[in-house]
C-alpha cells in the first residue's frame, strides 16, 4: 500500500456514450485543477478489474458513476459503498463491468486489504448516444459532485494530518 494515498477518486463510465462518460470526465477535471496531497484519481473506464487493484489498502476509495434509476436526469446519488449490495462473481462478464462488480472483485481479491470507506457517487444519466458529449443537466450535476467530493477530501486529507501540540 501507498501510505501517502489516503483517497483514491474513480470515474467508472464509457467516454464513447455520452452521459455513461460522466466518471471518466470528472477525473479529468480533477487532474485539471489539482487534488489535494494525498489524493489519487484514476479513469475507471472500461477497464473495471484494474480498479480493484488501485483499492488496495487505501482508506478512502470514492467512485463516480453513471446511472439509470428512472429518475429526473441529473439527479445524484451518494452510497455507501462498504455496504453495498454487490453481483456474485460468477455472474461477472467483463463486458458490462460496472462499479458494483468492481466492489465485489476489490471485496474477494483484497481481503483484509479491502478499503474501510468507500463513497459511491451516481448521476442520472439522460443520454448515451456514441460520440456524444455529456448532456448539460449531468455536466451540472457533475459539477456538484465535483465541489462535494473536493470539500470531502479536502477535510478529510487535512484531519490527517499531525499538528503540533503546545506545551
Not at 464509457?14 to 487532474?31: E, K, Y
Amino acid at each position: 500500500m501507498n501510505q501517502s494515498v489516503q483517497a483514491l477518486i474513480v470515474g467508472c463510465g464509457n467516454l464513447l456514450r455520452g452521459d455513461d462518460a460522466v466518471g471518466p470526465v470528472l477525473v479529468r477535471h480533477l487532474w485539471e485543477r489539482g487534488v489535494p496531497h494525498g489524493v489519487r484519481c484514476a479513469d475507471g473506464g472500461t477497464g473495471g478489474m484494474d480498479v480493484a487493484f488501485q483499492m488496495r489498502g487505501v482508506p478512502h476509495v470514492i467512485i463516480v458513476d453513471a446511472c439509470t434509476s428512472g429518475s429526473e436526469p441529473g439527479a445524484i446519488f451518494r452510497l455507501d459503498g462498504v455496504d453495498a449490495e454487490t453481483p456474485p462473481l460468477a455472474g461477472i462478464n467483463l463486458h458490462a463491468f460496472r462499479w458494483d462488480h468492481a466492489l465485489a472483485f476489490a471485496r474477494w481479491i483484497l481481503k483484509d486489504d479491502y478499503p474501510p470507506r468507500i463513497d459511491v457517487w451516481l448521476i442520472e444519466a439522460e443520454q448515451f448516444a456514441p460520440g456524444e458529449p455529456l448532456s448539460p443537466r449531468v455536466a451540472a450535476a457533475m459539477e456538484t459532485v465535483i465541489t462535494r467530493i473536493m470539500a470531502d477530501v479536502t477535510a478529510s486529507t487535512t484531519a490527517d494530518v499531525a499538528t503540533p501540540v503546545s506545551a
